[in-house]
């Protein structure tokens, strides 16, 4: 679990200096000494070791996001794992006198689709962690994020304006409140269909292969 945890908030950093570069908006930010390839890399060490200037004073340093970034990776790691053993031994129990180890479908499917249901609950239970998180990390950087709350640009096409990131929460336990005061359960699980999506493609693919699987060994054994 430390091995787990420890690299969990220098990897944020860069993940989310990275997300900040790429939604940069050239209308609104005109710094051409920031626009090189590299410059992720170099703002991202440079706000873990907090060497450099923030362009807000509303940056979080990493020390705030340190310990629940880890309490995160520690949670998802025991409910994933949890529930993936769940998983095994109630397929193990229900399927201990049909199961054959040679074959494939009983050898492999069963972990793949145990980690599959680990991992999307864990994920579901772990949502407004994550939220909390991404908030506090984009906040005071040069990130603009889609209006979907209905406001358009006038006069361009009745096309969705683009609005800064503006927060002003002091650390975790502020912004967990504020959101749930302002926002309620909902702003928890805001982009929840994502998590929906993506997890639904996942198993997806897992029973079309799984379905392959089944159909070429039928083949070979007729053949």
Known sequence: IFSRTVPVPK????????????????????????????????????RLLGVAAPH?????????????????????????????????????RSKKQRAEPS?????????LAASWAGSLVADVVLFPLETVLHRLALQGTRTIIDAT????????GGSPLVVPVNTQYDGFSDC???ISRKEGGAGFYRGFGVLVAQYALHGALLAAARTLMRVLLLDAKAS
């Open 11 to 46: 990897k944020r950093r860069f993940i989310h200096n990275t997300r900040e570069k790429t939604q940069e908006n050239d209308e609104i930010v005109r710094d051409e000494s920031s626009s090189g390839l590299l410059d992720c890399v170099r703002e991202g060490v440079a």
């Open 56 to 92: 807000s004073r509303r940056l979080l340093p990493p020390r705030c996001l340190l310990l629940p970034a880890a309490l995160h990776a520690i949670l998802r790691y025991a409910v994933a794992t949890s529930i993936q053993r769940v998983v095994l031994w109630l397929h193990q």
């Open 103 to 111: 074959n494939p479908l009983d050898a492999y499917f069963p972990e």
């Open 149 to 156: 709350d209905g406001v358009v640009a006038v006069g361009n």
């Open 176 to 178: 967990l409140h504020a």
